[in-house]
């Protein structure tokens, strides 16, 4: 650790005695609703990060309070899989001890807001109880590994969960900090290391995710490492493994840019988690550990080259990639209504708002989702595009969940493909680096996107429409047919020609315009596209096929 130059990051993590800090101090002085500045940069690692709410910031202000501090914990489930049982408990939490409400994330799992500082730790010992974490949550690790939301459609379906579950154990990392300082566990006597991440970790997060196609349901190729599963019938032959996915950038900075994952090579199942670790390490030790903004696996594949990161990839895991498959992709977004698995179980997919679980006056959904995991046997899975699956339903209980299901609004059916495929970022007013509205905006825009739809005669057509308040992506903007990015406050960037399964980018058509530009653009494009469209064409193919804006076929291309 002796080069001047790291990112503080890196400090950090060094001086931190795997993952500790003084945390605990922290979080028993009672003194501040905060920790400290290095503290805030750990806790990540343990799955929370100190917020304030942007809403108060000015009020606490001028009454010379410090700002409102509270704590944002995502649990780590991977594959979004829960039980009715952990379902309950993560709403018995979310009332007593959070802002009241769960957020269902662009990673198939929860996270809570506005969790006071004196209540963290009970947080986390109710979620021990049920055998739920929020270890390797958030920080510069393995994230919660994202897999094709309905597990038991098919045998093959199954079993790519479980690897699902394998990667994320593999990752996880071993200190023993979050055991000690949150489950009161005594210290071993043993020295602490990390096997596969040595005491500073990665460079920065590390995101995996599995998709069973035709349905790009986790939008595969945005994660750094993508698997992309190969099946004859129900037998799963391997993987094509895709490197290089993430979605971050800043605006006005053009050495950042959002990438689809690079497609390797195929693996057998036996080798994929060499050639994982191998992807893994060579980011761990090739990483930029002085830039956090060019510090993932994307800006290291363009840095090393596509060529010679492959070759370092097969000689650390002794594997030699085969020709990768040609795979058909048809959808992106979750398939709802009823699905039948193979062991004769039914699946609901039922459609969430954002992700966002709260009873309000329009629909009682944190009460129905209760409801219902008090009379359900099987699962509660959560999706890549922030909806729930009530899974495994028996024949006999069909009717029963259905008509929970649609008494408390989570039915979903009538509701418009545009508004079904749609996911938002939570944004303000909790996140810290929010520019603009979300989550709290998309829905109204999205009826008068809708709206403008009706009015060209395209009703319901299926568009994947997406925005953030910020250009860090998270979801997945810019591999959204139609995206908007918070620039300022009611002003977002718009972008347009992600392919609709999400195998190509999309291109920046205009800059900072607020909502009345927006509808006016929006609207002649869809008089264009209504006229002019081929059969089956998908509106982000057509803006890019009508010469509207350029293919992003790279990562690197989208500034051109
Ligand atoms: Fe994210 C940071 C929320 C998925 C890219 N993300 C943040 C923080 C923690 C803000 C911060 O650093 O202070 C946000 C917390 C907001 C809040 O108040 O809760 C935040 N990210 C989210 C979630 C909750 C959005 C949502 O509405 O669902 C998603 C949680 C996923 C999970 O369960 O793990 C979430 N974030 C993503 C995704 C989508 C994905 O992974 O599929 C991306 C783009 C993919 C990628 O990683 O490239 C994403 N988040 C970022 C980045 C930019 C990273 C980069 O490479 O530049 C940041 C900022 C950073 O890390 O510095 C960020
Ligand atoms: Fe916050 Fe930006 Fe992520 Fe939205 S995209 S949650 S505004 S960091």
């Known amino acids: 650790m002796s080069d001047k130059k790291l990112a503080v990051n890196e400090y950090i993590k060094a001086r931190s005695n795997f993952l500790r800090g003084t945390i605990e101090e922290g979080i028993n002085d009672p003194l501040t609703g905060a920790i400290s500045e290095d503290d805030t940069q750990l806790t990540k690692f343990h799955g929370f990060y100190q917020q304030d709410d942007r809403d108060l910031r000015n009020e606490r202000k001028s009454e010379k309070l410090e700002p409102l501090y509270s704590f944002m914990l995502r649990a780590r489930v991977p594959g979004g899989v829960c039980t009715a049982e952990q379902w309950l408990m993560i709403d018995e939490i979310a009332q007593h001890l959070t802002r009241g409400n769960i957020r269902l994330t662009t990673r198939q799992t929860f996270q809570y807001h506005g ?59 071993h200190s023993r900090a979050y055991a000690e300082i949150f489950l009161d566990e005594k210290p071993l006597n043993q020295p602490e290391e990390e ?124 594997v030699t990639f085969a020709p990768a498959h040609q795979v058909t992709w048809t959808t992106r977004g979750d398939r709802f209504g009823w699905i039948q698995g193979f062991d004769g179980r039914w699946h609901l997919t039922c459609y969430i708002p954002n992700g966002r679980i709260a009873d309000t006056e329009h629909a009682q959904l944190m009460t129905g989702l209760r409801e219902i995991a008090k009379v359900h046997q099987g699962d509660i899975r959560m999706t890549a595009n922030q909806n729930i699956i009530i899974a495994g339903v028996p024949e006999a209980e069909k009717a029963q969940i259905e ?11 009538e509701l418009t493909w545009l508004r079904k495929l749609s996911i938002a970022c939570v944004a303000l007013p909790t996140c810290g680096l929010a520019m603009a509205e979300s989550e709290r905006y998309i829905p109204e825009l999205i009826t008068k996107v809708d709206a403008l739809l009706e009015k060209n005669g395209l009703a319901n057509e299926p568009i994947v429409m997406r925005m953030t308040g910020c250009p860090n992506g998270c979801a997945r903007p810019f591999a959204a ?50 006229k002019e469209r081929q059969e089956q064409e998908g509106f982000g193919d057509y803006v890019v096929r009508a010469g509207i804006v350029k293919a992003v076929n790279q990562g690197r291309e989208f500034h051109d």
Do not use: W
Not at 149 to 168: C, G, I, M, R, T
Not at 403 to 413: N, S
Not at 497 to 512: C, F, I, M
């Open 403 to 413: 008509q929970m299901a649609r008494q408390y609004g989570l039915y979903g059916e």
């Open 481 to 530: 047919e139609i995206g908007f990015v918070g620039k300022g406050p009611g002003r977002y960037n718009l972008y347009l020609g992600a392919s609709p399964v999400g195998t190509r980018l999309n291109k920046l058509y205009r800059e900072n315009i607020p909502e009345e530009t927006i509808l006016e653009e929006l609207d002649g494009l869809f008089a264009r596209f209504a």
């Open 115 to 173: 969790i006071l500082k004196r209540n963290l730790k009970t947080v986390i010992q109710k979620l021990h109880q049920r055998l739920l974490d929020s270890i390797a949550a958030c920080g510069d690790v393995n994230r919660n590994v994202m897999c094709n939301p309905n597990p038991v459609e098919s045998k093959a379906h199954e079993k790519v969960y479980q690897f699902a579950v394998e990667l994320s154990e593999h990752f996880m990392p």
């Open 195 to 318: 096997p596969l991440y040595g005491p500073t970790y990665l460079p920065r997060k590390f995101k995996i995710g599995l998709a069973v196609p035709p349905h790009n349901d986790v939008d595969v190729y945005t994660n750094d490492l993508g698997l992309i599963a190969i099946l004859d019938g129900e037998e799963l032959l391997g993987f094509d493994v895709a490197a290089g996915g993430g979605m971050g950038t800043t605006h006005g900075d053009t050495n950042t840019y959002p990438r689809l994952g690079d497609t390797l090579g195929f693996v057998r199942p036996e080798d994929v988690l060499k050639v994982s670790e191998a992807i893994f390490t060579t980011q761990r030790d090739f990483g930029d550990r002085e830039n956090r903004k060019h510090a993932r696996l994307k800006y290291t594949i363009d840095t090393m080259g596509l060529d010679v990161f492959k070759a370092e990839v097969e000689k650390r895991s002794g």
